[in-house]
């Protein structure tokens, strides 16, 4: 017959006590920037040239608008990259346009706005 071990003083059984009381969930967050389209700057070209880009978060809608932890989920929608950080402040002006008009009209923005990516670039 096989003799039971002993546990070694340091050893303890089963999962962690979990923390008392509370949800575990941390409390809603206000994301920054939310409507509000900014000028980032993007990847350089292969010739090292700098490049900028508009980008805009825009609240979800419906019934997935909130995450778990009751914070807005959003989107980013961004413009194509520019050389010209001016045009790149245009699209993003753009952007900031339609930005009361839900994701479905930032969304056409921006489709719009990549076609016109070599606007600029001259």
Same mark, same amino acid.
Not at 39 to 67: C, F, M, Y
Not at 81 to 96: K, T
């Given at each position: 017959?096989?003799?039971?071990? !002993? @546990?070694?003083?340091?050893? @303890?059984?089963?999962?962690?006590? @979990? ?5 575990? $969930?941390?409390?809603? %967050? #206000?994301?920054?920037?939310?409507? $509000? !389209?900014? %000028? +980032? ?8 040239? $700098? ?20 914070? %807005? ?23 900031? *346009? ?6 479905? #009209? +930032?969304? *056409?923005?921006?489709? +719009?706005?990549?076609?016109? *990516?070599? $606007?600029? @670039?001259?």
């Amino acid at each position: 017959a096989s003799v039971p071990r !002993a @546990r070694s003083p340091g050893q @303890r059984g089963g999962s962690p006590p @979990r923390g008392g009381g509370g949800s575990g $969930k941390p409390p809603p %967050v #206000e994301t920054p920037n939310v409507g $509000k !389209a900014q %000028v +980032v700057q993007g990847t350089p070209l292969n010739t090292g040239e $700098k490049t900028w880009q508009a980008e805009i978060l825009i609240p979800r809608q419906g019934p997935d608008s909130l995450n778990h932890s009751g914070n %807005v989920r959003t989107i980013c929608f961004r413009g194509p990259s520019r050389v010209c950080e001016e045009q790149a402040h245009e699209d993003a002006a753009e952007l900031d *346009k339609c930005s009361n008009d839900g994701p479905s #009209e +930032v969304r *056409k923005v921006a489709m +719009v706005l990549q076609r016109t *990516k070599t $606007k600029g @670039r001259n």
